[in-house]
């Protein structure tokens, strides 16, 4: 069972577009992370939303934390291609720890030229 | 120097070899993890550990061990490699007063 489900799968825009990707769950989280993922590195910590009805900016980038915290989504504006990559949610179930997080499978953006 | 560091970064080895990656980090964090990474699959949790003295199974263990030499050093052993243990490893940091996790830049193992 896929606890974190992001969507969509793969996604190819061009450069200067606006997109949006989703990361939905049926279970509540007490917190839930994005990160960016460049092919050969590991993932980097881009934002963590905690309270429901959370919205975080980073430059071009809005997060938001949906009211009940059962999702998120990431939103980009004018997408530059030093955006591509791989977007991961990950989140730490309600009750849990802040330390065990369970990850999506992501969300591969390439944005063209 | 990176806050997280794996090595190898590649390794190819072959099946029935043990083969041992290695973390170690300066950001002063309790928490490590070890995770892999496969296409389609995402990351998945292997071992965990809040202290030199605490270490915890993730989601697949089996076919792997794990020791906290320190607190900045945690590596991952494959006692007896078989190919589908073939994957990206990460090696990830958190603290215990924080969210967040940091990566390292991942080992790239191949099992022939």
């Known amino acids: 069972t896929q606890l974190l489900k992001q969507s969509p799968q793969f996604l190819s825009i061009q450069e200067g577009e606006n997109l949006t990707v989703y990361c939905n769950s049926s279970?509540?989280?007490?917190?839930l992370q994005w990160y960016r993922q460049e092919p050969g590195e590991g993932p980097v910590l881009l934002v963590t939303?905690?309270?429901?009805?959370e919205v975080k900016k980073l430059k071009r980038l809005t997060f938001q934390f949906g009211d009940a915290r059962k999702d998120s989504s990431l939103h980009i504006t004018a997408a530059q291609t030093g955006d591509t990559g791989l977007y991961l949610c990950a989140g730490a179930l309600s009750g849990g720890s802040n330390y065990k997080l369970t990850f999506g499978k992501g969300t591969l953006l390439t944005v063209n030229p | 120097d990176a806050d997280v560091t794996q090595t190898p970064r590649n390794r190819i080895t072959k099946t029935g070899k043990r083969i041992m990656l290695e973390c170690s980090q300066t950001k002063g964090h309790d928490r490590m993890y070890w995770y892999r990474q496969d296409p389609g699959l995402g990351l998945r949790l292997i071992y965990y550990?809040?202290?030199?003295?605490?270490?915890n199974k993730g989601e697949i263990s089996d076919g792997y061990s794990v020791s906290r030499q320190a607190q900045a050093k945690f590596s991952l052993s494959l006692e007896s490699a078989i190919p589908n243990q073939t994957a990206l490893y990460f090696c990830?940091?958190?603290?215990?007063?924080?969210?967040?996790?940091?990566f390292g830049s991942g080992t790239r193992l191949t099992v022939v």
């Open positions: 939303v905690v309270t429901g009805g």
């Open positions: 279970s509540v989280f007490s917190s």
């Open positions: 990830a940091t958190s603290h215990s007063d924080s969210y967040g996790y940091t």
């Open positions: 550990s809040f202290d030199v003295k605490d270490i």
